[in-house]
């Protein structure tokens, strides 16, 4: 794997992982009736996703281009990272909704 591919795929683990530790503060911040944090902490969840994203379809357009772009540990775990973010993000949300139901 050469340093072209590894700059592509440590922006995903990166912003997956962040991603994944915003949402969990968010649902902490609601849990404890602080909506404003929660709200804060989604949106930062929310660009992380987009971050990501943004390496992520670096990858597509190379393929697309008919460019190698191999399969390895390191593209499995980015982007394992980038979906559990996602789903984090996803959950958090409705997570949050439902704090907001039982505080008021």
């Not at 190379?62 to 990272?81: L, R």
Request: hydrophobic fraction near 45%.
């Amino acid at each position: 794997m050469d340093d072209a591919q590894m700059a592509v795929i440590m922006p995903l683990i990166m912003y997956g992982g962040e991603a994944k530790s915003s949402a969990v503060e968010a649902i902490r911040a609601a849990k404890a009736g602080d909506f404003e944090k929660a709200c804060e902490r989604i949106e930062a969840a929310s660009k992380s996703i987009i971050e990501a994203h943004h390496s992520q379809t670096e990858l597509l357009t190379k393929a697309a281009n008919g460019e190698d772009v191999p399969v390895s540990i390191y593209m499995v775990h980015a982007q394992d990272h980038l979906m559990t973010g996602i789903a984090f993000v996803d959950l958090a949300k409705e997570i949050i909704d439902l704090y907001k139901v039982i505080k008021t």
